[in-house]
C-alpha cells in the first residue's frame, strides 16, 4: 500500500503531465489492440477458408464422384 506521501507525488506527477498536454495513463490493451492493423486476421481467415474449402472439396469428389 502506498504511502501518502507517494501518493501525492503521484497525483502532483498527472496533474503535471495533464496540463502538459500529454496523455497522462498508458493506453489500456484494448486501445493497442484497436490500433493493429485487422489485415493478418482477414489474411488467416483466408488461408483457413481456402484449407478447409478444399479439403471438404476432395473429400465430397472422393465420396461421390469415384
Do not use: C, Y
Amino acid at each position: 500500500m502506498p504511502t501518502e506521501f507517494e501518493m501525492r507525488q503521484r497525483n502532483a506527477k498527472f496533474a503535471n503531465t495533464a496540463k502538459s498536454g500529454k496523455k497522462p495513463t498508458h493506453p489500456s490493451r484494448a486501445e493497442q489492440l484497436a490500433k493493429r492493423s485487422p489485415l493478418n486476421v482477414w489474411a488467416l481467415g483466408v488461408v483457413v477458408f481456402v484449407v478447409i474449402g478444399g479439403v471438404i472439396f476432395q473429400i465430397v469428389r472422393l465420396l461421390f464422384l469415384d
